[in-house]
């Protein structure tokens, strides 16, 4: 017996995880567990409707659960930042859930908008930061009025603008981010240990040419953590060349490492090449604590209840979930389920079949049970 | 009569710049203008061997050209982030070129890694903001024994992180980017007047949802911006969605603006799509001083001397340099000859043929002058 908290969320995010519950508790009957599912009423509707975003208790509640099954967030009547921050980024640092896993991986049977690249040549695994960098939500806006905010920037930086910025008619933001040492260090391990089961080489992406405070010491980590580990090949990408080698050469990459922003950026691209956002998994893990699993995509208000959102990022996602629930034998039969699903044209209309949300967890779900 | 600075730098820089003058040079000639120009000595060697990056003779120097012709920068002996930061920033920031150039643009016969898309599908404009943002080069890294850094830091965030950041033993660095309403809405503005000439169309680039500050800012200002220029049609793209539209739907965009550091990343995407960082040039451009035209990829030390870098970038930066000086007639003959070379197969390796840096910059430079 598993027990597993689940956040709907909001637009499709509750049909897609209704597939993928489907899924999951057809791989349990078949492998002998059950799970026990149980729902948090978190989201949008409830903000607009309290004000509410995720309380204290509610995060108390959460933490006694190993997993929680995310579906998504998002609404277009509250102001972007205030769900994705006050929601899904509040439980990756409420739980330090420092590791986010995506893996880049190409299904037989799906597109890829690169020409003569197929599942053989994109199969890499991006290990993303998850609570530090540029998400630690440090940062202001003001005028030039409000003096003595402008002291303290002023105080901090000894570089010039081109800009006037004690001009009182002046209107300046800034935004921090923050690195440890040990922060990056625990996310590194991770991903030269998942490597060790693959192909034994892990890339680090960085911009230390220019951001040279915060991924110098990314880089100089890195550097102590491929000493500590002689077996593995590494190398270093800047964010800006990794994005054209993940499209002419997605065959380079075994393991990428990353910060948190620049992993964000990166694995959209990195969805989009396995085949587009409605095939991409995410977990946000901690190893000795409680993780989260949801596809990366959003909550696409305009597709809520309409039964044809692609659901098999979220059963991907219920995958990632049962292998850290320890099941992997299951886990693997959901991946294989979603490959005969493709491979038998039971796919939403975003891949060009016709089938319905709820209708591809059935068939998956059925697939798994015979 | 023009006078042109000229920086080669390092690595092939020095060859791609002498292919691209001989085309300029060639194109003056055919539409009676002539190019007086003027070599600095700036980069890795100076450097190794005297200390010194750009000195402040240089720089008023440069400030009374309207261009410089920039090659490339770039060497394994320095550190990163030296030569970048101390030459190639330094003159960004210190001519407050604050529109960086960027056109996507695919040629007829080059090779693009995505499948089913030609050059009438790929050809908008990049615009990003070349002054402040992550680029400020403000930040700074310290242990947890120097507590006054710390307190500092500790003082302008009120989040917490789940690491202990007291701890005498921690590491931690911090790194800040700063906007300014009047430093992003002069870049806007560029862009806007830009998409006039083409197909009125202009994308914002952000991460407001989770930067809040500095792109809730930029976010802002684009509304005010676009409200003033309602014949423009507008949206918003979040960072790591545009990189999936650019290799899905590259059809979709006209002008992009982007802050600076989204920027760097987008334009390497866009550089390979439109068929690879051999092809992609860029202009960092002060519509008031001195202004600065390079191709946008680095110095590759290992190819110096042997006469096998591609030059098209360069002499593509050539062409912006010309309509930047007001010569628009030779400025397209420029591109013309460009198309001509690929089209007669006269490119380097990297495109499959077998022409030299110089081969290809005297065929180009005969082909304009007949
Ligand atoms: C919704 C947003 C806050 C989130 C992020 O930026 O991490 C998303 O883009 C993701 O990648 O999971
Ligand atoms: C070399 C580096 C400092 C530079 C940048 O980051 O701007 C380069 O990547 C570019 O895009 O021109």
Request: proline share 4%.
């Amino acid at each position: 017996m598993h027990e597993v908290a689940v956040i709907g969320g909001d637009g499709i995010g509750p049909e897609i995880i209704a597939s993928g519950r489907k899924v999951l508790d057809a791989a349990g009957e078949r492998y002998g567990f059950e799970i026990g599912w149980t729902d948090f009423d978190i989201g949008a509707e409830r903000y607009l409707k309290t004000g509410e975003l995720v309380s204290e208790a509610e995060l108390d509640a959460l933490s006694s659960y190993p997993a929680i099954y995310f579906g998504a967030i998002g609404d277009d009547r509250v102001t972007p930042g205030i769900l994705e921050k006050g929601i899904l980024l509040t439980l990756r640092f409420a739980f330090d859930q420092y590791v986010n896993l995506r893996p880049v991986k190409m299904l037989a049977g799906v597109d890829t908008p690169l020409a003569g690249k197929g599942p053989k040549d994109i199969d890499f695994l991006v290990v993303r930061e998850n609570t530090e960098d540029f998400y630690v939500g440090i940062g202001s806006r003001f005028s030039g009025k409000e003096k003595k905010q402008l002291e303290v920037v002023r105080n901090l930086y000894s570089v010039k603008f081109g800009l006037d910025v004690e001009s009182d008619a002046e209107e300046i933001a800034y935004q921090i981010g923050v690195l440890t040492r040990e922060g990056s260090r625990r996310v590194m391990e991770y991903a030269f240990n998942a490597s060790r089961k693959r192909r034994k080489k892990v890339t680090s992406v960085d911009k230390a040419n220019v951001l040279s405070d915060v991924y110098g010491l990314w880089r100089d980590v890195f550097r102590d953590v491929a000493a500590q580990n002689p077996d593995i090949t590494t190398e270093f990408n800047y964010v800006d060349a990794i994005t054209m080698w993940f499209v002419k050469n997605p065959e380079w990459f075994d393991v990428v490492v990353t910060p948190n922003m620049f992993g964000d950026i990166i694995t959209d691209l990195g969805a989009m090449i396995q085949g587009g956002l409605g095939l991409a998994p995410g977990g946000n893990i901690n190893p000795e604590g409680t993780s989260m699993f949801e596809p990366i995509h959003g909550s696409a208000p305009k597709y809520k209840g309409l039964n044809v959102a692609n659901p098999l990022a979220t059963v991907w996602a219920g995958a990632l979930l049962l292998d850290h629930l320890g099941e992997a034998e299951a886990s693997e039969a959901v991946v294989k389920g979603i490959e005969a699903s493709i491979a038998n044209g039971i796919v939403t209309r975003d891949m060009g079949g016709s089938a319905t949300t709820s209708g591809v967890g059935d068939w998956i779900a059925n697939w798994i049970s015979k």
